[in-house]
């Protein structure tokens, strides 16, 4: 992989040079158009941008070491290593769809309670459907995380390529590739570290200090193991909803937020903008000539 | 096509062009001088001489900067990576 980056930062650099001395040419033209005469300044501008790209790719290792550092410090996380956390996703997914499973063919084998069985099976499909697809997800998820550290490189320094490309011809794809890459690489590792943080909170808001409370009150008096029976179901439940929406739903909401954020990051680096514009740039002999050609 | 074979491309390219740059830039000094110094009541065209004269001596300028950019933007960049 770092024979495709050294072999991209040679294209972009060569491309960079050559944007410049288009820049130049089209500036020095003894051409009386004020809109092709525009575009010098404006390519040597766009020359020494993607020289500026080609030095940062350290200095966005160092961006991004910084914010998983910061992230992973406002979290708390106990784990260190995202594998560990995606373990750990991993295991409770699939230990949730195992007792689904077990739960509808259990009641299924007996044959009185058949009606309550397809019952269940028909309340549970859908939640079967939606926990294996979230496991699919996060696996996906896992190979991307072992693949990003070798290949957000490329995919950056492959933008950086595109952005350098004379007259803003690969302009959206390259910043595109550099928001994509940039945000994933930083993004993407701390999906199972939010995912799990998320669930600790919901859980220990929902269901652990409820229960705390009770067992407490239990110990206190021996009589209250009536209401922390009444109430195991509902904390029970509420439980399932906090590894529901941490572990399922979230993951969907953290990629589409991680869309829109490349989105917007690309845009900041220049994919919104599509040529020079005639009023930000003023050239003397142009402006000249056109007040020429106006006044006769 | 290799790589290798389009970075050199590229250079060539990039080498064609500062050499037409360096032609563009003597014409456009001499049209520039021409028509400054040439006998016609239009003071527009004067100023106009004077403008690509003036465009021309920049473009030369900005072509011999290109090394000095370089080199500005790296230490630009070694200053922001060594303070992070």
């Given amino acids: ?296 | 096509m290799p790589i290798q074979q389009l970075i050199q491309q590229i250079a060539w390219a990039t080498t064609m062009v500062s050499l037409i740059s360096t032609g563009v830039f003597a014409l456009s000094y001499g049209i520039g001088y021409l028509l400054r110094g040439a006998p016609i009541p239009f003071r527009e065209w004067k100023e106009y001489g004077q403008g690509l004269v003036t465009d021309a001596i920049k473009s030369a300028f900005m072509a011999m900067l290109y090394s000095s950019v370089i080199a500005l933007i790296s230490w630009i960049i070694t200053i922001i990576a060594s303070a992070a």
């Fill in chain 1, 1 to 296: 992989m770092s024979e495709f980056v050294g072999t991209f930062l040679g294209v972009s650099y060569g491309l960079s040079a050559l944007t410049w001395s288009l820049g130049i040419l089209v500036q020095t033209m003894p051409v009386p158009r004020k809109e092709i005469r525009v575009w010098g300044p404006c390519l040597m501008m766009d020359s020494v941008v993607s020289l500026f790209a080609l030095g940062s790719v350290n200095l966005v290792q160092i961006l991004m070491r910084w914010v998983s550092e910061m992230v992973s410090q406002s979290i708390g996380s106990p784990f260190n290593n995202p594998s560990i956390a995606m373990a750990t996703v991993l295991s409770q997914l699939t230990m949730l769809d195992t007792a689904l499973l077990l739960l509808i063919s259990a009641v299924s084998v007996t044959v009185v309670l058949a009606p309550v069985a397809s019952a269940l099976s028909s309340m549970f499909s859908h939640a079967l459907t939606w926990v294996t697809t979230a496991i699919v997800l996060w696996l996906i998820a896992q190979w991307i995380i072992t693949l990003l550290p070798e290949v957000w490189v490329a995919a950056y320094t492959l933008g950086i390529v595109f952005f350098a490309i004379p007259f803003r011809i690969g302009r959206k794809l390259g910043t595109l590739l550099m928001a994509s890459s940039i945000v994933l690489a930083i993004g993407f590792p701390l999906m199972p570290f939010m995912a799990i943080w998320l669930e600790g909170n919901f859980a220990y808001e929902n269901s652990l200090r409820p229960l705390q409370d009770l067992l407490s009150q239990v110990r206190r008096n021996p009589l209250a193991i009536v209401e922390l029976i009444a109430t195991l179901p509902s904390i029970l439940g509420n439980l399932l909803v906090a590894v529901i929406i941490s572990l399922v739903i979230f993951p969907f909401a953290y990629i589409f937020v991680l869309s829109v954020l490349t989105k917007s990051l690309s845009n900041v680096l220049g994919g919104a903008t599509s040529g020079p514009s005639l009023s930000s740039f003023t050239i003397a002999p142009a402006r000249e000539l056109s007040s020429l050609s106006g006044g006769g």
